[in-house]
């Protein structure tokens, strides 16, 4: 039990279609980070938000957003969803201190897009 | 860029069998290295990690040793269970400290 939760655990959406995936940190901890995990594949890191500002970004394309709150929930939001944006989408949280932090997964939202 | 190779599974053991799952990494600087286990339709738990050079990461009878020589972290168990039947992630932290990297994950099958 990492104290993370997601929701919706399941989601169906169609091409074209936005969607809003929604994450509550463990208490006080200053740092969210979004994953993409594929079929069969390692997690691939979306971005990070650090005190609300996005602090690191991967290889995803603009449609991937977010926002962090500061009660410790985050979104991320896709926009214009692809067939390949079909996947397990994770959330991490972590205190950030002295540049070292553990990121502590939550269950994870399935979405599938058709 | 960096990067997390680990071995291909999956890896099929008996229950007591030795457990080891190879992890190399190539990376610029020093990053932290870390074992995740994702159950089946679950997300990520911290297993084990090793921060720096030498460090000995272990918890619930597994182990991993940061080697710096040979850029490697491979996990390693004395005798699995069945309830270790799991998908196994080597990961590392990106140079600006703010990213996961991830292998593909191994997939371990333990029998009784």
């Known amino acids: 039990e990492t104290g993370v939760t997601q929701s919706p655990t399941h989601l169906i959406k169609t091409r074209g279609q936005q969607v809003t995936l929604r994450c509550s940190s463990q208490s006080g901890h200053n740092t969210v980070s979004w994953y993409q995990q594929a079929l069969g594949q390692g997690p691939q890191f979306i971005f990070q938000?650090?005190?609300?500002?996005?602090?690191g970004r991967g290889n995803f394309p603009p449609r991937f957003s977010g926002l962090q709150f500061p009660n410790y929930s985050s979104e991320l939001n896709v926009n214009a969803l692809e067939l390949d944006d079909s996947a397990l989408y994770l959330c991490?949280?972590?205190?950030?201190?002295?540049?070292?932090?553990?990121?502590?997964f939550g269950p994870g939202t399935r979405l599938l897009v058709l | 860029g960096d990067s997390v190779t680990q071995m291909e599974g999956p890896v099929t053991l008996s229950e007591e069998a030795f457990l080891t799952i190879n992890c190399t990494y190539t990376?610029?600087?020093?990053?932290?290295l870390f074992w995740y286990v994702q159950y089946p339709g679950e997300g990520l738990q911290l297993l084990l990690k090793?921060?720096?050079?030498?460090d000995k990461g272990s918890n619930k009878g597994f182990e991993a040793t940061y080697r710096k020589e040979t850029t490697s972290f491979h996990l390693e168990k004395g005798s699995v269970q069945v309830s270790d039947s799991a998908v196994y992630f080597c990961?590392?932290?990106?140079?600006?400290?703010?990213?996961?990297?991830f292998g593909k994950g191994t997939t371990l099958s333990v029998s009784s």
């Open positions: 938000y650090y005190r609300e500002e996005e602090n």
């Open positions: 991490a949280s972590s205190l950030q201190v002295g540049g070292e932090e553990t990121q502590y």
């Open positions: 990961a590392l932290t990106n140079q600006a400290g703010t990213a996961l990297i």
């Open positions: 090793a921060t720096k050079a030498d």
């Open positions: 990376a610029t600087g020093y990053p932290s």
